[in-house]
């Protein structure tokens, strides 16, 4: 079993940053590939950026591309997602999800964990 706990979320204004982090436990983070998804009000859950569990091959959404950063330390269990240049469009509640390597990480069912997801709302 993993644990996901996801934090960093808040308010902020257009063209603002945040960071959210993801803390996992359980089992042996570095052996997992992690997900980042949003689900925004009366939408649908979608990907938003991909990191393998070597650090070394990560994919985003077109609609983030160039302003979001993921990445990993796993001596600390930790996946990150730096969103930079933030607008009301990003609105949505972030989930990080773990899922085992090879996997479809474009698709949300492919992951086996979930965290409760952290709320990120930008104001214009």
Known sequence: ????????????????????????????????????????????????AFIGWGGGSTDYADSVKGRFTISRENAKNTVYLQMNSLNPEDTAVYYCAAGRPNIDYRKGASYDYWGQGTQVAVSS
Not at 5 to 32: D, H, I, K, P
């Open 1 to 48: 079993q993993v644990q996901l706990v996801e934090s960093g979320g808040g308010l902020v204004q257009a063209g603002g940053s945040l960071r959210l982090s993801c803390a996992a436990s359980g089992r042996t983070f570095s052996r997992y590939i992690m997900g980042w998804f949003r689900q925004a009000v009366e939408k649908e859950r979608e990907f938003v």
